[in-house]
């Protein structure tokens, strides 16, 4: 299970936010050979989900996974609640699920 996390995204504005991944004793990860994975929903089973970009740290032994979306994506969000989740999967192909939770997206005002 990965670890829960609420998030706050402002609509129409760039969102960016970085996770150091350790193991249970708090010992960095090395992150050399994964993929990730990442999506905003409206709900668990809804459809067009938005895809977050995943960047990995350099170097990937620092265990540093950024997740983004651009103003263009937050813009189309309606405000209101929605899940996520962001998976990362090994060379090996065994997958976990790093940080889920909820996207709170706050409407945007000035356009």
Known sequence: MGTKANITVDQGTDFSTTITVTD??????DLTGYTGAG???????????????LSFGSPRSDGLVTMSL???????????R????????????????LVEGIVTVT????R
């Not at 249970?24 to 990860?29: D, M, V």
């Not at 409407?107 to 000035?110: K, Y």
């Open 39 to 53: 999506q905003i929903r409206k709900h668990y089973l809804s459809e067009n989900p938005v895809d977050f970009t």
């Open 82 to 97: 929605y899940v996520y989740d962001v998976e990362l999967t090994s060379s090996g192909n065994s997958t976990i699920r």
């Open 24 to 29: 249970e004793n708090g010992t960095t990860q």
């Open 107 to 110: 409407p945007q005002v000035t």
């Open 70 to 80: 651009t103003r263009t994506q937050t813009a189309n969000l309606e405000a209101g």
